[in-house]
């Protein structure tokens, strides 16, 4: 069946604009995370939202991150007046849990802020 | 919340010859902990996971063990091949809680 998908694949954009970044996890999942890999580094944390609970934030690294969750599906990440440091690879993972604990990443998409 | 810590962050070892890499966690109540492999260019894949009514599960060439006293777990990579060369993530959770993940280890076959 069809995996996560993320998408743009690859962003380019100017400092101070805003993105939106979007994540489609695979039918069904009730968990979806956002990670952020920068270049040779390891996954950091973003967000997490299970079912209908409150999402887990604690990883927004600034109040110009945010990101929804809609119809318990479709997730998109936007980040306000971005910066270069918001350069790196934004990766979506989902999962089915009540013991099928996988975590399926997508693609993840590039975010160059120039 | 859950802490994990990773060592070492880099690690070489000869074609043939065993890697093991070892995680810590800090919640005692967390009893799930995966081990996910990224190739160079791609995303993390699961490899083995482990629960923590379990002390070791093994998968042809790879292994891994927990000792819940200690709140460690490692992944073991008999007979290295050179498709081994990757960075490594382990991660712990309780329930529902989120996956935290380590810092990554990146290791290296040498031919």
């Known amino acids: 069946g069809a995996g996560v998908s993320q998408s743009p694949s690859n962003k380019v954009t100017e400092k101070g604009k805003d993105v939106e970044l979007r994540c489609d996890p695979i039918?069904?999942?009730?968990?979806l995370y956002w990670y952020r890999q920068s270049l040779g580094q390891g996954l950091e944390f973003l967000i997490y939202?299970?079912?209908?609970?409150?999402?887990?934030k604690s990883g927004l690294p600034s109040d110009r991150f945010s990101a929804e969750r809609t119809g318990g599906s479709v997730s998109t990440l936007t980040i306000q007046r971005t910066q270069q440091e918001d350069s790196a690879v934004y990766l979506c993972?989902?999962?089915?849990?009540?013991?099928?604990?996988?975590?399926?990443f997508g693609p993840g998409t590039r975010l160059l802020v120039l | 919340g859950e802490n994990v810590e990773q060592h070492p962050s880099t690690l070489s070892v000869q074609e043939g010859d065993s890697a093991v890499i070892k995680c810590t966690y800090s919640?005692?109540?967390?009893?799930?902990f995966p081990w996910y492999k990224q190739e160079l260019g791609k995303r993390p894949q699961l490899i083995i996971d482990?629960?923590?009514?379990?002390g070791e599960k093994k998968d042809q060439r790879i292994a891994v063990t927990l000792n819940k006293t200690a709140k460690h777990f490692s992944l073991h990579i008999t007979e290295t091949q050179p498709e081994d060369s990757a960075v490594y993530f382990c991660?712990?959770?309780?329930?529902?809680?989120?996956?935290?993940f380590g810092t990554g280890t990146r290791l290296t076959i040498i031919p």
């Open positions: 993972a989902s999962s089915y849990d009540r013991g099928q604990e996988t975590q399926y």
């Open positions: 039918s069904g999942h009730t968990a």
């Open positions: 939202f299970q079912g209908n609970s409150a999402p887990d």
């Open positions: 919640d005692s109540a967390s009893n799930y």
């Open positions: 482990i629960r923590s009514n379990v």
């Open positions: 991660a712990a959770r309780f329930g529902n809680e989120k996956l935290t």
